[in-house]
């Protein structure tokens, strides 16, 4: 058996294991995080005690490691206070840099993160005959951000995102790609195709923060700023010291308990889908 904790990041959610007796192979956490089948979960993180907080590895749920999931790391601070490694605040060390957190409440938590260091690049990427432009940086992960003109609900994440997330030009890691409309200076929207998950997430942090650079870098928006996900969670973005900005939101502790061997199995789609 392997003691878990289920959490959730503004509907972004993942399995927990705190300091497990050895590393979940990728095979595993596939399996676990295969929804329908085992617990289901876009990712999963291992919590490791350490002076002022806690060590995160942070996993896919293809199985592949990442260095940075801000939703992840929120959540991950919220259990390092729930062990009562911390009290109230704490730090939370990736392997894109560590991070200061703070308990606003059992249900919120504000990391402070430096603000992303290079600009944007425009670029146009060509999907199916068609130019698509965008803006390409990196915030611990590579992201694509498409300033979407409709509806949001008419975007095609799925379709589009997938494409561009295998384009040669973001080869060969891939990309992340969002699709964001800024309805007003301090508010943004924000979908976004998940690399790793390869799907449509409820929430991606790391998407929200490469949004909001690009919304200053358009002059479309100001700190601070709130975003809403494809959750229904608001997200906040707000300025700190110079170079510094405050990400809170929300950061859930939803269950506890034992994976058993009935979560390992994880069989190959039929030939049909």
Not at 8 to 35: K, T, V, Y
Not at 45 to 70: K, T, W
Not at 225 to 249: I, K, Y
Request: proline letters at 7%; charged letters at 20%; aromatic letters at 8%.
């Amino acid at each position: 058996m392997t003691r878990f904790f289920k959490v959730s990041g503004s509907g972004n959610d993942f399995l927990a294991l705190a300091e497990p007796d050895e590393e979940p192979s990728p095979e595993r956490i596939q399996a676990w995080c295969h929804r329908g089948v085992s617990l289901g979960a876009d990712g999963l993180f291992v919590l490791r005690r350490e002076d002022g907080g806690a060590a995160m590895d942070y996993y896919n749920s293809d199985g592949r490691p990442a260095d940075l999931c801000l939703n992840g790391t929120r959540c991950a601070a919220q259990l390092l206070f729930h062990l009562g490694w911390a009290e109230g605040s704490g730090r939370v060390r990736t392997h894109a840099g560590a991070f200061a957190a703070r308990r606003l409440d059992e249900s919120r938590i504000a990391l402070t993160i430096p603000a992303p260091a290079a600009e944007p690049r425009e670029m146009e990427i060509d999907v199916e005959d068609r130019s698509w432009r965008g803006w390409s940086l990196t915030v611990g992960v590579p992201h694509f951000v498409l300033a979407w003109r409709g509806h949001l609900g008419e975007a095609p994440v799925r379709e589009l995102g997938r494409a561009i997330r295998f384009h040669p030009s973001f080869a060969p890691a891939g990309t992340n790609v969002s699709f964001v409309r800024f309805p007003a200076e301090h508010r943004l929207e924000i979908r976004t195709y998940e690399r790793g998950v390869e799907d449509e997430t409820l929430s991606c942090g790391t998407g929200v923060l490469a949004a909001t650079a690009v919304g200053l870098h358009l002059g479309r928006s100001a700190l601070p700023l709130h975003v809403l996900t494809q959750g229904g969670f608001e997200l906040e973005v707000a300025a700190g010291e110079p170079g510094v900005w405050t990400f809170s939101g929300d950061a859930r502790i939803v269950a506890a308990g034992d994976l058993l061997p009935g979560a390992d199995p994880s069989p190959s789609p039929p030939a049909w889908s």
